[in-house]
């Protein structure tokens, strides 16, 4: 969830939902795409292999994809789909399981038969013949040389099954099995179910639908810019209106007044802070995302109230040149605007700028100064940072040891409770629509679906995240949240020990949650307050020292 992040969008959401449904019967061969394939420089040479490969995936059609459906009340799908433990598979397939440390990585695809390599055209022509009468029915006007009896009928049998598997999948009409179905056959490089499946699921989708159906539009724009681009052009593919920078604060606002994910955050984070800082008299902040700096409007508030006078305090604002956009300046803007909320409730205060981003920060820009009690504060901010799984530099943990060399009172950590950084490609689908759908579910019950306003706030505060999720690798895929467990693993190896929340904090974001919809839910466990929607943990605050 990217409250406080620039989404720059191109023109023309609409356009991929409204392309004409391809027809599964077609006896039409769609072209072999395989998304890792790099040009050689025989092109003649790669033409005939890419032609060989062709005839044999679709021959043997050992790459396919997955049923099932993603677990959700009053799906008419039979089969489940949780990030947990899924099962998905096609008759006679090996199934593949997605119990997140013990699945192999199958981001490839599954090896192609050598079984159906015929000794000549002719022989080739006979077997996809074959195959075509098979799934579709004879052709009378075909002359009689093509219907002959196939040598492998156990092997068209199977592949008739697993073709009649994929009509079934698309006659259910279930929209999340399509998608995960569709997720499925890309992993398994399997293009044309693949293909299939995207042009049903397009005919489904919407932006002003139930909340799977705008979800899945965006998953669906993810899928598709998977299979398109590569690199930092996937970014083009999603295809969103960016809003004048004055806008976009508008929706960022909505999304923090609508839902209680932000305020919990910022709420818990400050009341750690406090409750760390109450006997200081010179405190440094140091936010490694200040964004507008709202967070710490409350906390100056409260701090110019306390017994004896209000400490000294000083802040300083890190981030990247691309927030500035929704701010409409740089940082400048946030250290006036909470300069003057200081002067007003006569708090002595400084502001240090580092308009840097994370991964950029060495101690030189920190300022920290001797006889300051420090506080850290890390919200929305670490899942940014690559890790070892990235890079070598591992800023992640890099930004935790920097951080612990400075003995600071108080450290807070603010994240969505997720499993997307290392998990391949599948499971990591499943964990964004299950992540995400809990989201957009929240956010129907506070606007109406025809809103224009709720289109908004999901098209330019959710959806590049999204699709970052589905259609990026390597360094080009920033969102990489870890659940609670891992962070708390990479915390206590830098050093860091739990400070637990008092229950002043808990009993606060309680009393904020009255003001919210019922399914909201609050849990206290592992030193750590999770928030969620419906007993599903959407973020997670924890404090540090």
Not at 176 to 205: F, G, H, P, T
Not at 236 to 254: D, F, G, I, V, W
């Amino acid at each position: 969830m990217q409250f406080s992040r620039m989404h720059k969008m191109s023109d023309g959401t609409q356009k991929f939902y409204d392309q004409p449904v391809q027809k599964l019967a077609s006896k039409n061969w769609p072209p072999h795409q395989n998304i890792d394939h790099q040009p050689s420089s025989d092109d003649s040479n790669e033409r005939a292999r890419l032609s060989v490969d062709t005839f044999e995936q679709y021959c043997t059609l050992e790459s396919s994809s997955g049923t099932g459906s993603h677990g959700a009340p009053n799906s008419p799908s039979t089969a489940s789909f949780s990030p947990e433990k899924t099962q998905v598979s096609w008759p006679n397939q090996q199934s593949y399981s997605s119990e997140l440390y013990q699945s192999p990585d199958r981001t490839c695809g599954s090896p192609v038969s050598g079984s159906c390599i015929t000794q000549n055209e002719n022989d080739l022509r006979h077997k996809l013949r074959e195959l075509e009468t098979v799934m579709l029915g004879p052709d009378l006007d075909t002359p009689a040389m093509y219907n002959v009896t196939s040598p492998k009928e156990d092997q068209i049998s199977s592949e008739s099954e697993r073709w009649k598997c994929l009509v079934e999948i698309i006659s259910r009409g279930d929209l999340k099995e399509l998608l995960c179905a569709c997720a499925k056959a890309i992993e398994n490089n399997d293009m044309y179910a693949a293909e299939s499946l995207m042009a049903e699921s397009r005919q489904m989708v919407s932006v002003s639908g139930d909340p799977i159906q705008r979800l899945g539009a965006y998953m669906l724009e993810g899928l598709i810019a998977r299979l398109a681009s590569s690199g930092s052009s996937i970014y083009k593919a999603l295809r969103c209106k960016e809003p004048a920078s004055a806008e976009l604060l508008s929706y960022m606002h909505l999304l923090y007044e609508i839902c209680p994910y932000f305020k919990f955050g910022y709420m818990s984070a400050n009341g750690a802070i406090a409750e760390a800082m109450k006997d200081e008299n010179k405190i440094h902040i140091i936010d490694f995302l200040i964004a507008q700096g709202s967070q710490w409007i409350i906390l100056i508030m409260a701090l110019a109230s306390r017994p004896g006078g209000p400490p000294h305090i000083r802040i300083t604002g890190i981030d990247d040149s691309t927030a500035a956009y929704a701010r409409g300046g740089g940082l400048e803007i946030v250290g006036q605007r909470l300069s003057k909320l200081a002067d007003l409730y006569k708090v002595p205060f400084e502001f240090n700028a580092a308009a840097i981003s994370g991964s950029e920060v060495q101690l030189e820009n920190l300022e920290v100064r001797p006889g300051e009690a420090l506080a850290v504060n890390f919200s929305m901010m670490l899942h940014h940072m690559p890790d070892e799984s990235v890079s070598i530099q591992n800023h992640r943990d890099r930004l935790l040891r920097l951080v612990k060399g400075l003995s600071p009172k108080v450290v807070t950590l603010v994240e969505q409770e997720a499993n997307t950084n290392t998990a391949p490609f599948f499971h990591r689908f499943l964990e964004t629509m299950n992540h995400y759908g809990a989201i957009f579910d929240s956010i129907d019950v506070a606007l109406p679906r025809d809103s224009k306003d709720r289109i908004n706030v999901e098209q330019h505060c959710l959806a590049r995240e999204i699709v970052n999720l589905i259609a990026c690798e390597g360094a080009e895929r920033v969102e990489r949240h870890e659940p609670f467990g891992k962070w708390r693993s990479r915390f206590i190896m830098a050093g860091f020990t739990p400070y637990p929340l008092s229950p002043f904090v808990n009993a606060t974001i309680k009393t904020l949650l009255e003001n919210y919809n019922d399914n909201y839910t609050l849990e206290e466990r592992d030193g750590a307050l999770f928030l969620g929607w419906k007993n599903q943990a959407i973020i997670v605050s924890s404090a540090w020292r």
